[in-house]
Every structure is written in structure tokens, then in C-alpha cells.
């Protein structure tokens, strides 16, 4: 990556495996880690930041298995101006094809006053003989200095031109707490191209926060003043308001190549279903309004926009659903559209499925159009991440009944299986899910934390299929659970028997967390 042939080509170095993961309520387990990772690949990033792997046993493994499994991307692993970081990451990178070292410091007086304890001096002395001792294990060795924008530019330019020196390729310019806006790092970056003794012979970077909701436009700022590479996540993810979106940057850059005069090599197509499986894993729903990849980022409702659309699509869309890979014509079957159809339709949406999985997927399809009428493409979607659930079912439900209404006290009946064991419990609640939630803690002796609970409809009309997301806690460990069913309060009690499965996974060893 370092000597930049194209002048207009932006590298996409996506750290939702790093910056976002490392956020409240978004581990991910190592499966899902190289789900994640192959996906990215398939999107056409350019760098994947795959963990910090001095922080623990399992951020190493992460690291290491996806240097070794997941091809085409330069893989990247954070470190600290520390030696025993970059020792770590370097042998967490070996096995990679293409490795980068990331090790960062902080420029800021706040930064290294209060949480480095170091004198300018200090930092920039640790930080050159970092980026030697990362030059040792690989060519490719990106420095970033947290909180630009709130530092002394003199100092920067200082450390910059001695890490340059010293032999970084990639110089990270991170907005830590999206303070910036846009014209100012626009024009941080140009004074960084300008008067930094040697930085047009590495690429320069953005990594802006969103604290403002500004990360997207102070990417593209720093694109336009000559930065290369822009850090982002999928579905803006990340610390706090999270980091810029990558979809958003690039489709930012692509619908408005007339002005960015720049290219990226990002299979825009890719986006929608990358946006799809990092909230299913990581369970954080996107918000419906979200840019690009949010359920009415496509939706036209006012009559004058879907007479403007039928007349002409250019008149109220400025780029179309298919280019990101929404799906675009809301393709209706029933009953009667039989296997055939129903697979040439999944594999339409680009879901490809052996022998066996079609079979297994047909009969749940048709369990589904037995119950709605019309079953659209973002049903398909949601029903095959349900079966498709590669954890092992402990616990499975195999009853619920729930009795709800104004003057009654909602209760709930359950009966699930764990290892050809019925347990069956009732309970009540303030409410149907709450009663339906008691039935179960009582039935598997299992109390955990409900921390987050989401339930929205997958497509419109009340016969649609409703898709629960939780969040459960056992101490430390947060566990994801989602589910679907035309019935929201199954959805939510499967939803949460799935993470109890999540939960009890990981402590037989198949599913280790992040710590
Ligand atoms: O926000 C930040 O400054 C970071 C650095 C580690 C690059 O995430
Ligand atoms: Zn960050």
C-alpha cells in the first residue's frame, strides 16, 4: 500500500472489527469476527483493522485467524508506541499476505498531559522508534496521533515529518472526538500536505468521529484537500456517535464524482447486505432514516415524489437501490411460486444455498406464506438469517402461551427442551414480553440482564413478520439474540432463548466473546 500509483484512487480501510467492536453492546464471537471479514473482503475494502491484539487472548486469535483465512485485503492490527504491542501485533499479522502495523499516540495537551503522562518530547521520541521497530516486521506501518484537531499543529507537523523519517507510509489524522468541522479539517489536512517534509511520499488518512454528526463530511473534506484513504465502519459504528459510515463516504464520493474526482474499488452492490449482517451480528438495528442502507433511504411517500418517480426515477433519486444492493423490485411470492421460483429468487438476492438448505429454507417459506399473503424479499432475507443461525439450539421453544389485554394481568405459559428435557414454567409481567421473558428466567433457572430490546416490522401491514433484536448481560458479557415470526411476542421469546443459547455456547467453548 505504501507509493501510491493512481493519484485519484481512495484506499477504504474499514475498522468496524476494531474501532466499532470495541464498543458497548458490539462484541462479536470469532465466527462472527470471519464473517465479518470475508464480507469486507467480498465489499472490495482495501484494509481490514482486524483488533487490537496486545489487549487480549482473544482479540490475538481474531487477528491471527483472519490473517490467515480471509484473502485480498491488507490486513491491519492496532498497537501503542510499545514495543510489546507491536511484537504482539506483528506475530498476531504473520500469517497474513499483505500485514500493516497501526500504532498510535495522542498529540493533544489534554491527551498527553492527563492519560499519557508524557512531555511532546516523550511522545514523539516513543513514537519514532515505534514505527522503526514496526518497520522491522513489515513495509506497510501506519502512525496515527489521537486528537488532531485539538492539538498544536506545530507539534504535529513535528511528529508527523519524524515518524515519516523514522519510515510510517500511512499518516492517520483522527478527529478522536469529532470535534472538527468540516471546512476546518479540510483545512488541516491541506496545511498537513503542505508543510509536512515528506508526506507526499505516504498517504495521507482521515478518522473522524461523530460526536457532531460531522464524520462523513469531514471525510470527504480531508478527500478534497488530498487525504487517500478514509477509516469508517459499516453502519457508522464505533465509539460513542461512532465513526464515519463507510457506505456513506463512498457513496458520497461515487454519486459525486464530478466534484471528488476520485475512485475507490468498493463493489457498491455489497453494501446493503454488509450493512445487513454487521447489525444482525453485532445486533444494533439501523435506524429506518439512515443514509444508503436505512429501511426508507428508497421509500418515496408523498404523492408529488412518486409521481415525479414514475414519470422519471432521475427526478427524486440520485442513485438507485439495485447500486447498493438494496433490493430493488419488491418481488411478491406465495404458496404458489413453488421451489423453483423460490430459489431462483434467493439466488436473485444473491443468496446462494446448497441442496439441502433450499429444502430446509422451502418448507420454512412455506410455513410463512401459509400465514401472510404475499411474502417479499426483505421476508426472505430476515427468514433465512433465522435459520440460518450457526450456534448450537440448547434451548428451543416449544411452547408459549400468552394471555394479554386492558384489565387483565398479562401472563405467559412457556415449555422449551434443552437435551430432550422439558422445562415448562408460567409466570406474569407488566406486559406480554415481560410476563413471556419472567416464564422463561423461571423455566431455565437462567437470570440475566435484559439490557436492550428492539422489535420492528420487517415489511409494512400488520400481518408482517416482526424481527426482535436483544441485548442480554451475564456480568461482562453482553450476547446478541434475534428472531423472526409473524407473532411478535414468539420473535421476542425466541430472540431471547437464541442469546441464552449465545450465552451458554461460549461458556461450553464454542463461542468466545471478546473480552
Ligand atoms: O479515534 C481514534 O483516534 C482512534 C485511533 C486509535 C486511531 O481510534
Ligand atoms: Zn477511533
Redesign the pocket.
Known sequence: MSGQTDPNRVYIFDTTLR?AEQSPGASLNLNEKLEVAHQLARLGVDIIEAGFPVSSKVQFDAVERISTEVAGPVIAA?ARTMAKDIESAARALKPAARSRIHT?TSSSPEHMKHMLRMTPAEVLAKATEAVRLARSFTPDVEF?A??VPRSDMSFVRELLAAVIEAGATTL?I?D?VGYAIPTEYGELIADLKANVPGIDKGIIST?C?NDLGLATANSLAGVLNGARQIECTINGLG?RAGNASLEEVVMAMKVRKDLAKVDTAIVTRELYPTSRLVSRLMGIPVQPNKAIVGANAFAHESGIHVDGLLKDRSTYEIMTPESVGVPGSRMVLGRHSGRHGFKARCSELGIELNDTQIQQAYEKFLELADKKKEVFDEDIVALLEDEFETIPQMFRLEFLQCASGTGTIPSATVRISREGEMLQEAAWGDGPVDATYNAIRKATGIDVKLERYNIRAVTESSEALGEAILHIRSGEKVYVGRAVSTDIIEASAKAYISALNHMLARSNGINPQAD
Open positions: 474501532d492496532l498510535f496515527s489521537q486528537d492517520n483522527p478522536t478518522h468521529h465509539e
